[in-house]
C-alpha cells in the first residue's frame, strides 16, 4: 500500500470534479464518499440532491473565514492505493485507512475538534483520494510537516494489521542524485562528476576509515576539500560543512555543503553515532581490520552471492553495508599504486535510491559508451586529460570495462609510457553475392 501526496492546491471545487468525474478514461467507477470529518459532508456520487458545489463550500468553510491569513495554496490531496494482488477493501475499512492517515500526518489528529476538514473519495476498488483544506477551526495552518514520511509509516502498519502486501521501502539513505544544473557546471569545468558528487566521495571515505569524530575532521583536512566545523554557544560540535577548493559562486566564495546535504547518513549526529559505536570495538579487533581489510576484500567479494542465497533479506543486507563501507576504505589504506583506480571505483558503492514505485517515471539511462572506447566513462571524476581521456587501452592494464574489483585490484597500474593499443570493433564480413 502506497501514499502520493501531490503539490498543494487552490482549487478545491476542481481536485473534487475530477474525482467525481469520468476519469481521464473513463476509469472512475461509481464515484462516492467513504468519510468525511464529521460524517454529514454532502456526497454527490450517492445523494441525487447533493452537488460539487455544495461539497466544495463545506471543506472550504474555514478557508473563508480565516481571510487572508489562509494558505495561497490550501488544498491538501492525498491518495492512498492497494497492491493489484491485495484483497478488496470495504468502504469502512478504507474510511479507517483515511482517518489514520490523517491522524498520523497532523492533517486531522484524533479526537481534535480543531482538525481540518476533509473528505475520502472512493472512485475504484483499490484505491481512495483525501481531500482536505488546510485550515484548522482555530483558523491555523496544521502541523503536517514531513506528512508523507509519516503516512508512509503509518501505511506500513496498516499492511500488517489488514494482511495486506508489505511494500519494500526505503531507509532513506540514498543520496540525491545530482540536479541538471550541477551536471552543466561540472562538465564546463571539465569533469565528469559534480562537487557534491565528489565531496560526498570524500566524506564518505574519511567516516570509514575513522574511528573517531576527530580522526575524521583530521582526514577531511588532509584532503583537497575545505572543512569548517560549526558549533553550539557552550562549544560543542553541532555539525560541519565542506567545499572543494575551486569550486566558487558568482561572488567568488566558496560553495559549501553540510554534510545533510551530501548524504542523510553523512551529518554530522549520525557520524557520530556510527563513530561511536566503533570506538567501543576492542582495539585489536579495529587495527587488524584496517591493515588487512584491502587484502580480503576480494574473497569477501566473492562470498556475498553465497551469502545473499543463504540468508535472510536483513542479514544479506547487512554483508552489503559492511563489505560497501570496506569498498570506501580502501583508497586510504590500500598500497599507493592501487589508490587511484580504487578512488575511480567509489562512485559505485554508494548507497543506491530505492525503485520507483508504481506509475511513477524511470529515471533515464545514461548514455552508452562510445564503440571504440575501452574505459568505463563512468568511473573518471578527475578533469579529462590526453592519458586519461585517449579510447585506447594499455595491454596490461586492469581498468576496462566490465572488469570486476577483484580483477581491478589484483594488478598494479603499468609504468607511464606504456605502450597502448587501439583494438577497432570487429564487424561480421559481408554476405556473398548472390549468383
Not at 100 to 105: D, G, S
Not at 214 to 230: Q, R, S
Not at 380 to 405: K, Y
Request: glycine share 6%; aromatic share 4%.
Amino acid at each position: 500500500m502506497i501514499a502520493k501526496i501531490g503539490k498543494p492546491g487552490a482549487n478545491t471545487r476542481g481536485v473534487l470534479h475530477y474525482l467525481y468525474g469520468p476519469g481521464r478514461a473513463n476509469e472512475h467507477t461509481d464515484p462516492h464518499l467513504v468519510a468525511s470529518f464529521d460524517g454529514f459532508a454532502p456526497d454527490p456520487g450517492r445523494d441525487e440532491t447533493a452537488t460539487l458545489a455544495q461539497l466544495a463550500a463545506v471543506l472550504d468553510l474555514r478557508v473563508i473565514q480565516a481571510g487572508d491569513r489562509a494558505p495561497d495554496k490550501h488544498v491538501w490531496h492525498c491518495s492512498v492505493r492497494a497492491a493489484p494482488e491485495d484483497r478488496t477493501l470495504s468502504d469502512d475499512e478504507w474510511a479507517t485507512i483515511a482517518r489514520r492517515v490523517l491522524n498520523a500526518t497532523g492533517i486531522a489528529p484524533a479526537g481534535d475538534p480543531d482538525a481540518c476538514r476533509w473528505a475520502a473519495v472512493r472512485h475504484a476498488e483499490d484505491h481512495i483520494h483525501i481531500v482536505a483544506t488546510k485550515v484548522r477551526g482555530d483558523l491555523t495552518p496544521p502541523r503536517n510537516w514531513n506528512d508523507y514520511l509519516r503516512a508512509d509509516q503509518e501505511l506500513a502498519a496498516i499492511e500488517k494489521e489488514y494482511g495486506l502486501r508489505q511494500v519494500l521501502r526505503g531507509d532513506r539513505t540514498a543520496a540525491k542524485r545530482p540536479t541538471r544544473a550541477e551536471k552543466e557546471k561540472a562538465q564546463r569545468s571539465g569533469y565528469s562528476a559534480t562537487p557534491r558528487e565528489r565531496l560526498r566521495t570524500i566524506a564518505r571515505t574519511a567516516v570509514t576509515a575513522a574511528t573517531s569524530t576527530e580522526e575524521f575532521f583530521t582526514l577531511l583536512a588532509g584532503t583537497d576539500a575545505l572543512v569548517e566545523i560549526l558549533r553550539f554557544p557552550s562549544g560543542e560540535i553541532r555539525g560541519y560543512k565542506i567545499a572543494l577548493d575551486g569550486d566558487r559562486n558568482a561572488q567568488g566564495e566558496p560553495v559549501w555543503f553540510s554534510g545533510s546535504t551530501l548524504a542523510p547518513d553523512l551529518s554530522y549526529p549520525k557520524i557520530a553515532e556510527r563513530l561511536t559505536a566503533t570506538s567501543q570495538m576492542p582495539a585489536g579487533r579495529q587495527s587488524t581490520g584496517r591493515r588487512n581489510a584491502w587484502k580480503r576484500v576480494t574473497e569477501a567479494t566473492g562470498r556475498i552471492p553465497e551469502i545473499l542465497d543463504s540468508s535472510d533479506e536483513a542479514t544479506g543486507q547487512a554483508h552489503i553495508t559492511v563489505l560497501a563501507e570496506t569498498l570506501d576504505a580502501l583508497p586510504l589504506i590500500a598500497p599507493a599504486h592501487l589508490r587511484p583506480q580504487l578512488r575511480q571505483q567509489q562512485p559505485l558503492n554508494a548507497p543506491a535510491a530505492p525503485t520507483s514505485a508504481p506509475g511513477t517515471s524511470k529515471p533515464k539511462p545514461p548514455d552508452p559508451p562510445s564503440r571504440r572506447s575501452c574505459v568505463n566513462p563512468h568511473l573518471r571524476t578527475e578533469p579529462s586529460s590526453p592519458s586519461s581521456s585517449t579510447p585506447c587501452s594499455s595491454p596490461s592494464s586492469p581498468v576496462s570495462t566490465g572488469t570486476t574489483l577483484a580483477t581491478t585490484i589484483s594488478k598494479p597500474k603499468p609504468p607511464t609510457g606504456a605502450p597502448r593499443t587501439c583494438v577497432p570493433p570487429t564487424r561480421p564480413p559481408p554476405p556473398n553475392p548472390s549468383p
